[in-house]
């Protein structure tokens, strides 16, 4: 997993956000409220929920962020984390320890690097086309 994680507020413009995922080279960044994951925003996010609906640079992150927490605990077994990530069609997972505090953020791959025909068949579930998270606007 990566532990060097970089997070932005609630109240971060969309352009901010998208300024620390470029200079970082990420595909999202996970919200945080005094110290709490409460969202994560994704480029999509911004594209979609934020420039498609309207909303200009200056938007907040709360307004297009996903306020459903999906997460993994550091202390999960891989096979446990390939499972969710599988069931869930999810790239990446914010990872926290038994406090609730953020501590890193886990990719699948990440977890090739480990277990590759695992995390290859997770890969092959994540990328199966779904309704799980359509970002449809109608």
Known sequence: M???????SPDTPLRRAAEKMAENDLGSIP??????????????????????????????????????????????????????????????????DNAKQLVGIVSIGDLVKVQPTDAGRCFAEVARPSELHSQSLA
């Open 2 to 8: 990566s532990t060097d994680v970089c997070t932005i």
């Open 31 to 96: 919200v945080a409220k005094d110290d709490k994951l409460v969202g994560m925003v994704t480029d999509r996010d911004i594209a979609i929920r934020g420039i498609g609906c309207g909303f200009g640079p200056e938007a907040k992150a709360s307004e297009v962020m996903t306020q459903e927490l999906l997460y993994c605990n550091s202390s999960d077994p891989i096979d446990d984390v390939l499972e969710n990530m599988a069931s869930l069609q999810i790239r990446r997972l914010p990872v926290i």
